[in-house]
């Protein structure tokens, strides 16, 4: 049984989104990414939802005020089931870290995927994703048994227009601005723990989170 939620911090290709699959489907922790969260409340119709839709609709940046409200309801839904949590994306900003403080969320560690530069453009170059379960492949070190299908539904996997090469480098610019900061934020907490990427397996990594999230 998971003891902890965990936030995941990393540069754009670090395995994050991977390696929070691997941990849903190894233990009873559930995966909570802001993508997912926009869908389900556009899916369900909610206020939240409807303003997503339009914001999104548009090509514009969803706002904090938004994106922070929606990540509170949803925290609060899993924490009256008893859930644990993995954030995943989220928060991208100082401003972000500092409204989940205001929320008393405490129970959590904070995972630090460090991964080279020079890897993740390899790696976010070769990612695709299934069009239906979102669950992603990378041709270099995870490659679906069944490309260019998935193996969980046998659906075509896709590329995201941000994996593209003249997109990726834009992207890790933004990250170094907006997100980078957190590292810092988080260790003054003494909630950081640095996980090494590049040179571990999927199994040894998620090993090695299950480890700090149960000892720590």
């Given at each position: 049984?998971?003891?902890?939620?965990?936030?995941?911090?990393?540069?754009?290709?670090?395995?994050?989104?991977?390696?929070?699959?691997?941990?849903?489907e190894?233990?009873?922790?559930?995966?909570?990414?802001?993508?997912?969260?926009?869908?389900?409340?556009?899916k369900?119709?909610?206020?939240?939802?409807?303003?997503?839709?339009?914001?999104?609709?548009?090509g514009?940046?969803?706002?904090?005020?938004?994106?922070?409200?929606?990540?509170?309801?949803?925290?609060?839904?899993?924490?009256?089931?008893?859930?644990?949590?993995?954030?995943?994306?989220?928060?991208?900003?100082?401003?972000?870290?500092?409204?989940?403080?205001?929320?008393?969320?405490?129970?959590?560690?904070?995972?630090?995927?460090?991964?080279e530069?020079?890897?993740?453009i390899?790696?976010?170059?070769?990612?695709?994703?299934?069009?239906?379960?979102?669950?992603?492949?990378?041709?270099?070190?995870?490659?679906?048994?069944?490309?260019?299908?998935?193996?969980?539904?046998?659906?075509?996997?896709?590329?995201?227009?941000d994996?593209?090469?003249?997109?990726?480098?834009?992207?890790?610019?933004?990250?170094?601005?907006q997100?980078e900061?957190?590292?810092?934020f988080?260790?003054?907490?003494?909630?950081?723990?640095?996980?090494?990427?590049?040179?571990?397996?999927?199994?040894?990594?998620?090993?090695?989170?299950?480890?700090?999230?149960?000892?720590?």
């Open positions: 049984m998971v003891e902890k939620n965990i936030i995941f911090l990393g540069m754009p290709g670090s395995g994050k989104g991977t390696i929070s699959s691997f941990l849903q190894k233990e009873d922790i559930i995966q909570v990414s802001t993508g997912d969260i926009f869908r389900e409340e556009i369900n119709k909610t206020q939240l939802g409807l303003e997503v839709e339009k914001i999104v609709s548009l514009a940046y969803v706002p904090d005020s938004i994106t922070n409200e929606i990540v509170k309801n949803k925290i609060a839904k899993l924490e009256k089931d008893n859930k644990k949590f993995i954030l995943d994306g989220f928060p991208r900003t100082i401003e972000q870290a500092k409204f989940l403080d205001e929320l008393n969320f405490d129970n959590y560690v904070v995972i630090y995927l460090d991964v530069k020079e890897e993740v390899k790696r976010l170059s070769q990612r695709f994703f299934c069009s239906k379960c979102k669950r992603s492949y990378n041709l270099s070190n995870f490659k679906s048994k069944k490309h260019p299908n998935c193996e969980n539904d046998d659906n075509l996997l896709i590329q995201r227009p994996d593209q090469p003249s997109a990726i480098e834009k992207r890790l610019e933004v990250y170094q601005q997100t900061p957190l590292i810092d988080y260790k003054k907490k003494n909630k950081l723990f640095v996980i090494e990427v590049n040179n571990n397996s999927i199994d040894k990594i998620v090993d090695k989170i299950l480890f700090i999230i149960n000892s720590k």
